[in-house]
């Protein structure tokens, strides 16, 4: 019964309900990376994503984990959530100490970090499937399954001694069984029945063209940027016509404080070929309407100027000039006006006494 819940939760992640993406799996997954310096001395950093959604942030100061959406701790009650924190803190810090006893016999060298991942997900038409693996300097070491630890084909002898001893830990291993397999599957279900609302969410992106540094003399790094888009699936090329550019490179998704995503897309082409390129982007939230927009080549400092400021100064001139005549044609021309020596005569009628003032 819970396996055919799930089907049917499955369509209420992003893209869920479309023909190409019903065949990707409802991941569920706790990332954690522990840095250790010495046997004094470790760092761990973890996360939670419900597939590219990011759910929980781990804090160590308060050694839990913190919601970053309301629905995110699902159905569970405080004190199953709190229990859960706790088993899983005491869990990896199990594990940790497992590496600090075996740093000699495993050849390992401080610092070193060891990365672990558990979790659940979900692919139509198969059962449910739950994972743990640990990782260490980022190189697959070894990873659990059915109820025991397998080596990693390309972890050689490290792997074979790490799986060997944590395969002496029974009770660790069912308590791992039952996590992965029973209590994962009933919390992602409660989560994508709380979470519906987020995660059916679509959120149209923004996007915008640039120039980026010089590849080379006489040629142009245009760049397609494509920003605070959700679900995070998202197609962006450059195109000339109808026609891909093959030369079209990609950027990492990158994501957003408020759980949308960011996009670059670059081509490196000819100045003189630029013009006609455009970029295209098709994302679910656009009502199967793509996104298109057209490069305009940059006009020149030069050809600026005498677009626009030389024919302001032409006007500015003619103005002026037209004052002038303005002026010269309508100034009175009067020649009647005694002169300065007659107005300051004194018998002269028009005499002024400045005491008269």
Same mark, same amino acid.
């Given at each position: 019964?819970? *396996?055919?819940?799930?089907?049917?939760?499955?369509?209420?992640?992003?893209?869920?309900?479309?023909?190409?993406?019903? #065949?990707?799996?409802?991941?569920?997954?706790?990332?954690?990376?522990?840095? /250790?310096?010495?046997?004094?001395?470790?760092?761990?950093?973890?996360?939670?994503?419900? +597939?590219?959604?990011?759910?929980?942030?781990? +804090?160590?100061?308060?050694?839990?984990?913190? *919601?970053?959406?309301?629905?995110? #701790?699902?159905?569970?009650? =405080?004190?199953?959530?709190?229990?859960?924190?706790?088993?899983?803190?005491?869990?990896?810090?199990?594990? =940790?100490?497992?590496?600090?006893?075996?740093?000699?016999?495993?050849?390992?060298?401080?610092?070193?970090?060891?990365?672990?991942?558990?979790?659940?997900?979900?692919?139509?038409?198969?059962?449910?499937?739950?994972?743990?693996?640990?990782?260490?300097?980022?190189?697959?070491?070894?990873? *659990?399954?059915?109820?025991?630890?397998?080596?990693?084909?390309?972890?050689?002898?490290?792997?074979?001694? $790490?799986?060997?001893?944590? =395969?002496?830990?029974?009770?660790? =291993?069912?308590?791992?069984?039952?996590?992965?397999?029973?209590?994962?599957?009933?919390?992602?279900?409660? /989560?994508? +029945?709380?979470?519906? $609302?987020?995660?059916?969410?679509?959120?149209?992106?923004?996007?915008?063209?640039?120039?980026?540094?010089?590849?080379?003399?006489?040629?142009?790094?245009?760049?397609?940027?494509?920003?605070?888009?959700?679900?995070?699936?998202?197609?962006?090329?450059?195109?000339?016509?109808?026609?891909?550019?093959?030369?079209?490179?990609?950027?990492?998704?990158?994501?957003?404080?408020?759980?949308?995503?960011?996009?670059?897309?670059?081509?490196?082409?000819?100045?003189?070929?630029? $013009?006609?390129?455009?970029?295209?982007?098709?994302?679910?939230?656009?009502?199967?309407?793509?996104?298109?927009?057209?490069?305009?080549?940059?006009?020149?400092?030069?050809?600026?100027?005498?677009?626009?400021?030389?024919?302001?100064?032409?006007?500015?001139?003619?103005?002026?000039?037209?004052?002038?005549?303005?002026?010269?044609?309508?100034?009175?021309?009067?020649? +009647?006006?005694?002169?300065?020596?007659?107005?300051?005569?004194?018998?002269?009628?028009?005499?002024?006494?400045?005491?008269?003032?």
């Amino acid at each position: 019964m819970l *396996f055919l819940q799930l089907v049917g939760l499955v369509v209420l992640l992003p893209g869920g309900d479309s023909e190409d993406d019903s #065949q990707e799996p409802v991941s569920f997954r706790v990332i954690r990376t522990s840095s /250790l310096y010495n046997r004094s001395w470790t760092q761990n950093q973890g996360s939670v994503w419900l +597939d590219d959604v990011q759910i929980h942030a781990w +804090d160590n100061k308060n050694r839990t984990f913190v *919601f970053r959406w309301p629905w995110a #701790q699902g159905d569970l009650s =405080n004190e199953e959530r709190m229990e859960a924190d706790q088993l899983f803190y005491s869990n990896y810090i199990f594990y =940790n100490l497992v590496f600090h006893d075996h740093v000699s016999q495993w050849q390992l060298e401080y610092p070193f970090q060891v990365q672990m991942e558990i979790g659940c997900e979900l692919r139509i038409g198969e059962p449910f499937s739950g994972f743990m693996r640990y990782a260490y300097q980022g190189a697959d070491l070894i990873h *659990f399954q059915n109820t025991s630890w397998r080596p990693s084909p390309k972890g050689g002898s490290r792997a074979q001694q $790490a799986s060997s001893v944590f =395969n002496q830990y029974h009770e660790d =291993n069912e308590f791992t069984h039952e996590l992965i397999t029973g209590y994962c599957p009933r919390y992602v279900s409660s /989560l994508l +029945d709380v979470g519906k $609302a987020d995660l059916q969410r679509q959120v149209r992106p923004e996007a915008w063209l640039s120039a980026g540094p010089s590849p080379g003399p006489g040629r142009l790094l245009l760049v397609c940027h494509v920003s605070g888009f959700y679900p995070k699936p998202v197609w962006v090329t450059w195109m000339r016509g109808e026609q891909e550019q093959q030369g079209t490179q990609r950027g990492d998704v990158l994501p957003h404080d408020d759980g949308t995503w960011y996009l670059q897309v670059f081509l490196d082409v000819k100045a003189k070929e630029a $013009a006609g390129l455009s970029c295209r982007v098709r994302h679910s939230s656009l009502g199967g309407q793509d996104m298109v927009l057209h490069w305009e080549q940059p006009h020149s400092v030069g050809l600026v100027f005498l677009v626009v400021i030389v024919p302001l100064v032409l006007l500015a001139g003619l103005v002026w000039w037209l004052w002038k005549r303005w002026k010269a044609h309508w100034r009175p021309q009067c020649t +009647d006006f005694p002169s300065e020596q007659d107005l300051s005569r004194p018998g002269s009628s028009t005499y002024l006494n400045p005491a008269q003032h």
